[in-house]
T-cell receptor, first 115, second 112 residues
């Protein structure tokens, strides 16, 4: 099946710095990608929808200036956490639909720890 | 808004035991329902889905039936294996065909 990768798989950074997370569709093109955030023992919460060639659509309550999304090509979307703080520590997961709109392929996730 | 509630884990079973993981949902309209599985160290994978009432999704011995009257989509397997140990997520697609709302996930641990 289709494969989605994420890089890095984990990252530790100091408070105030910015961190970029990449999401790639390896064997298919994705005009749309989704970014989720998962807290321990909690649901995956949709943060934003990344659209190739246009602005991302953010869910209510998600700060678009803090979580910058760029969908530069049909196989790559990036999430940049700007001026990260400890409360941004979480597990970030991306997904992309391929073919049928209701079948999504998920990346393995990125564990962000902000000290 | 849309929501999904699934039983808390971990669920601990012996190999060949019967599995049920309960899932109920709240949604407007007629959502599609999904079960995703996450094996250790891997991404979420679609396990099965159902798109309308009374549909039964099945895959790898797992089954779930879309019950509109009880707003449920319980996951079942007749005989679990150690390799089924993973976290299982119930999800629905409501607003926007590709937008998913997830339950909290249920960890399944199967011992030999």
């Amino acid at each position: 099946g289709a494969v989605v990768s994420q890089h890095p798989s984990w990252v530790i950074c100091k408070s105030g710095t910015s961190v970029k997370i990449e999401c790639r569709s390896l064997d298919f093109q994705a005009t749309t990608m989704f970014w989720y955030r998962q807290f321990p023992k909690q649901s995956l919460m949709l943060m934003a929808t990344s659209n190739e060639g246009s602005k991302a659509t953010y869910e209510q309550g998600v700060e678009k200036d803090k979580f910058l999304i760029n969908h530069a090509s049909l196989t790559l979307s990036t999430l940049t956490v700007t001026s990260a703080h400890p409360e941004d520590s979480s597990f970030y997961i991306c997904s992309a639909p391929e073919g049928q709109a209701d079948t999504q392929y998920f990346g393995p996730g990125t564990r962000l720890t902000v000290l | 808004g849309d929501s999904v509630t699934q039983m808390e884990g971990p669920v601990t079973l012996s190999e060949e035991a019967f599995l049920t993981i309960n899932c109920t949902y709240t949604a407007t309209g007629y959502p599609s329902l999904f079960w995703y599985v996450q094996y250790p160290g891997e991404g979420l994978q679609l396990l099965l889905k159902a798109t309308k009432a009374d549909d039964k999704g099945s895959n790898k011995g797992f089954e779930a039936t879309y019950r509109k009257e009880t707003t449920s989509f319980h996951l079942e397997k007749g005989s679990v294996q150690v390799s089924d140990s993973a976290v299982y997520f119930c999800a629905l697609s409501g607003k926007g065909y590709s937008t998913l709302t997830f339950g909290k996930g249920t960890m399944l641990l199967v011992s030999p």
